[in-house]
């Protein structure tokens, strides 16, 4: 399937650009309990400073966004990896709680463009067959990008410090642009090995979506009066909710909660990204299976993302009752898998119901709203900690906020790109 084929090339590339992605994101939660003693930094602090990275990128998903649909995906992808990657970087010069969250803004602000830029390269360069898996197969480098963090992150740390295993993760996003600018285009048909076969099946059923963005279309104002992305935006806070407990908490929990040491805590912690990471290919898997059964795009998608939201609540929510490490480890390890199941056709709904000529102006708002979880996820956690100095009540509420997710998910449908009077 990958092999002569530019456009799972750029999957390939892309990838890569989640691995990185979520290594740069996750080497502060690993590495907190250095960061927390060297900058005598309380529980709450460090929440702030978890947020205080969502800042900036929720911003940054819609600019982003706008900034996909305006220059262009390359140009937009680009820009974004330097920036984050520099940001990345200046990590290891802070000196305390506020230059802290100084850089993790700005690091947030870098990041911000990564989702929607992703989302309208998939929708321009895959059919809709092959989207979902697209997507699944892209967005897994994230999960393992977590994954990965854990163990080598966590070992720069160890040999050589926290301040410089930063500047070694910038490093991998730098060489990284070089690979993004060979490889990628804006459009299938700009690139200049793209051959007529290949062409051809990528257009079957994405003439349309071609043909649509060189045309103009309706404001973004149009979109922000439907239900549908609104019910969306929803659905993926629910999502993002979750998930930015993993990416912050998850690692101090493994040593308050479980006594880890960093060097276990790091191997202990990959788990649930590996197969967070298998949650992504096999939910892309199942959604365009129904697809193909069905022939029912949203209906396909909805179906996926509802399920994994479900057991992924159910999942955390019963590891509250649980307090010795296997037994968590493994309800942790389900509910990832089951949450990152879910987060394939997450995207997916915003690619069966936004029009292709405003994904990345609406996807970003939805990227925006979703991830003002991560503003408040973190913090709410650090208070709590400070508070009870237990996890059980934040993942109580972590559970209660997956279910409100998939409700929010089963009210939406497609969206016309006509400006009509309902």
Known sequence: MFKN?????LAIVMFFGGIINYMDRASLSVMAPFIEKDLELSATQMGIVFSSFFLGYALFCFIGGICADKFGPRKTMASAMGLWSVFCGLTSLVTGFFSMVAVRVLFGMGEGPMGTTNNKTIKSWFPRKEAAFATGFINSGQPLGGALCGPIVGM????LGWRTAFVIIMMMGLVWIIFWLRTARDMPEQHPKMTPQELAHIRQDTQAVAEELKSSGPKLSYYLKQRTVWAIAAGYFAYSYVLSFFL???????????????????????????????????????????????????????????TGMVISACSIIYASTISTLYPAVILMTLTVYALYNAGTCIWSTVLDTIPAKSIGSVGGFIHFIANLAGIIGPTLTGIILDKSHSFPLTFIIAGIVAIIGAMAILMTKPISSEITDS
């Not at 084929?5 to 090339?9: L, Q, T, V």
């Not at 967070?276 to 892309?284: C, N, R, W, Y």
């Open 5 to 9: 084929n530019i456009r799972w090339s």
């Open 248 to 306: 912050t908490w998850f690692p101090t929990y493994l040593v308050q909660s479980h006594g880890l040491n960093i060097k276990t805590m790091g191997f202990v912690n990959a788990i649930p990204w590996l197969f967070g990471a298998i949650g992504l290919i096999t939910g892309g898997l199942i959604c365009d299976w129904l697809y193909r059964r069905s022939g029912k795009a949203l209906t396909s998608s909805k179906t996926v993302v509802v």
């Open 156 to 159: 720069f740390a160890l040999a």
